[in-house]
């Protein structure tokens, strides 16, 4: 026996009120979506936007996550159950199932609607995303490890997790046949975080984002995406019907964001260098003054 194994044996609930169960992962989830807020709000203020301009991104954005990550669940891992009654992508959303390529998807359309009320390019929209996109998946998989989900294979490396929860029978007794598993999670998380700090840095030390359009969520999208490919090898399938296939699901659906990644950081470097790095914010601004001197002409007619 490994005397560096860890025992995880959390409880994935953080408190219950009546019949409700208030478990860590949905506090993973807000503790993502308010710090990917915050760095937004840096960023925006940063680059001279007013806050309309982030309490209108954060509600497309998060809507889009949210619906892009249960759509996405239930499209690519159980659609024989969901598209025969699909009521339950919404009565079901308390049992869990939440996809990050689904919510990646749904994160795209909500930065469009949002650049595109905003006066924004799209692009643009997408390389500010990027760059809080892998702490919040980071703190996400964070909320995976609390509930015990997303294990990996068995593994004899000191730093292996049992993870009770997993198993059939949970007595103390039996603990010692409870095989220590990568934590598959927390490689997760560890890479995402080095994916954060490396595009933190090309967007505040390089300018990148505004030099570069594209580049950051080039990165962000290689960051993302080929740590899930390379880390799936050592988790176990999450559904059935993955067994027997090379790459599973959520490798298969990886690969086209890669591609679109290296497609992003290879067009960002080919094109010129943008040299007037102010124009997007105050164009955008302009737009802004002339709405607000139409409706306050509206309001001087009423």
């Not at 993502?32 to 954060?58: D, V, Y």
């Not at 159950?81 to 339950?88: N, T």
């Not at 390389?127 to 998946?137: N, Q």
């Not at 840095?201 to 080039?218: A, E, N, Q, V």
């Amino acid at each position: 026996m490994n005397l560096l194994t860890i025992i995880w044996d959390w409880n994935p609930v953080l408190v219950t009120i009546g019949d409700l169960d208030i478990r860590w992962y949905g506090l993973m989830w807000a503790i993502g979506i308010l710090a990917a807020e915050r760095i937004c709000a840096w960023s925006f203020k940063r680059e001279g936007l007013p806050p309309r301009t982030l309490e209108s991104g954060f509600l497309w954005i998060v809507l889009g996550t949210f619906i892009g990550a249960r759509v996405g669940h239930c499209l690519f891992y159980e659609p024989d159950v969901y598209l025969a009654e699909p009521w339950r992508i919404i009565t079901d959303i308390r049992q869990g199932g939440m996809a990050s390529h689904g919510a990646t998807i749904g994160i795209l359309l909500g930065i469009w609607i949002f650049t595109r009320l905003n006066h924004l390019p799209f692009i643009w929209g997408i390389d500010r995303i990027a760059i809080v996109a892998p702490l919040s998946g980071a703190v996400i998989r964070l909320g995976n490890l609390f509930n015990s989900e997303i294990v990996g294979y068995p593994t004899d490396l000191p730093w292996g997790f049992k993870f009770p929860l997993c198993h059939e029978d949970r007595t103390i007794e039996l603990l010692a046949d409870v095989p220590a598993r990568h934590p598959a999670q927390l490689y997760e998380a560890l890479c995402y975080l080095i994916t954060f700090a490396i595009i933190l840095w090309l967007y505040s030390k390089r300018d990148l984002g505004r030099r570069r359009p594209g580049l950051l969520f080039g990165v962000a999208m290689i960051g993302i995406f080929l740590t899930r490919f390379f880390i799936e090898f050592l988790k176990e399938r999450q559904e059935s019907f993955e067994d027997g296939w090379a790459l599973d699901m959520g490798q298969l659906l990886s690969i086209p964001f890669i591609i679109f990644g290296i497609y992003m950081i290879v067009r960002a470097m080919l094109r010129p260098e943008v040299k007037d790095v102010n124009a997007v914010v105050e164009y955008a601004n302009t737009m802004y003054a002339r709405e607000e001197k139409a409706k306050s002409k509206k309001s001087k007619k009423r």
